[in-house]
């Protein structure tokens, strides 16, 4: 394997991560009407704390936790500012 | 489908994303000897922009496109880490 066979095989990683990501962002849109209706807030730092917990014990490397801790947070902060909506975006 | 269900599928969404993190930090971690060897920097801002190009053309939602950047952004800088190794991380 030479340097672009890595790299196809990095974008066809990149391009399966995006597919999980935006299917995740559909669940955590489904999610916002039954949150809504349950009265609950759409930040809710012990469901984000177990998120994380389940990530790191899950984690198998080569990516240390801190990296793997640091790519989550993003994306769920990502997550949080779409279940708000563009007018309610207070990032 | 209530909440509960819905947090099951975001957490087998999140199983599946570390899985494909890590198997992305294990090509890039290939390529570090072929760069080496070829005398190429662990730092191509050429090859990271192609990156972010790909994954903006394939985007298809709900995600928007600088939520899409944004989390790239964060994977790529930790790919750049583990390539550095721990001795040469200058983050």
């Given at each position: 394997m030479d340097l672009s066979d890595w790299r196809d095989k990095i974008d066809e990683a990149d391009r399966k991560i995006l597919e999980l990501l935006n299917e995740r962002a559909r669940y955590v849109l489904a999610l916002v009407p039954l949150k809504k209706k349950a009265g609950?807030?759409?930040?809710e730092p012990r469901r984000e704390e177990q998120v994380f917990e389940n990530i790191a014990r899950l984690n198998g490397g080569p990516l240390p936790p801190d990296a793997v801790r640091r790519i989550f947070e993003r994306i769920i902060d990502e997550m949080r500012s779409i279940q708000r909506g563009p007018m309610e975006d207070d990032k």
């Open positions: 609950i807030p759409i930040y």
